[in-house]
């Protein structure tokens, strides 16, 4: 089964789309309320706002399916991101708005959890090291950049507006302090917008 696209580049650069998918297989659609079977939570149009970057050379990844099937951005283990707060898990069951994603009686089971790490989790991380490790081999170092988009108002999730500019480092443990100063810098170049770092994300 084929889980995910991945071009591969040649520059020190891997982008990982991980919320990008939106396809939903049939038999596990049928257990999700009509809402949920749209798919609203896609992180809509990310494959298109990020393809200037195979001009430059980057390796991108990414995954077929929605993150209601499994979502890619969280640990297999499904210790949550954002402890204390509202969040959506690995399989998640309730969408950005709170409403449920399944039928009721028909949320996901363990075993059906481990399945789905099994077949969508497991293939795209491998993928996202093996590409790692190949582009490790041609260069000291290289970038991990993942790429999402989500609503500005989201009050299921959090209070206000966003930002229209996210960048998390988990507090600077993914990202050398050098960089993410460029980073920075870049983003208060960015006329018309406005951005954080290390905020909500």
């Known amino acids: ?16 789309l ?7 297989p049939t038999a ?20 298109r706002l990020y393809a200037f970057a195979r001009e430059l ?5 990414v995954p077929r399916y929605s993150r209601y099937v499994i979502d890619l951005n969280r640990p297999p283990d499904d210790v949550s991101l954002y402890p204390g707060q509202n969040t959506t898990g690995l399989c998640p069951t309730v969408r950005f708005s709170g409403d449920p994603v399944y039928l009721p009686e028909e949320t996901p089971t363990p075993d059906d959890i481990a399945v789905r790490i099994d077949t969508y989790w497991r293939p795209y991380h491998t993928a996202l090291r093996d590409e790692l490790d190949r582009l490790h081999a041609a260069h000291d170092r290289v970038l991990l950049w993942e790429g999402h ?3 500005g108002e989201c009050p299921f999730l959090f209070d206000g507006r966003l930002p229209d500019l996210n960048i998390g480092t988990a507090s600077g443990a993914s990202c050398a302090p050098d960089r993410q100063s460029r980073i920075e810098t870049a983003l208060c170049a960015q006329t018309g917008y406005d951005s954080v770092v290390n905020g909500r994300f």
């Open 1 to 16: 089964m084929n889980v995910f696209d991945l071009h591969r580049g040649t520059a020190p650069l891997l982008i990982s």
């Open 18 to 24: 991980p919320h990008d998918g939106s396809e939903i």
């Open 28 to 47: 596990l659609a049928a257990r999700m309320t009509p809402e949920a079977q749209r798919a609203p939570d896609t992180d809509w149009h990310v494959s």
């Open 57 to 61: 050379g980057a390796s991108i990844l």
């Open 149 to 151: 988009s989500i609503r």
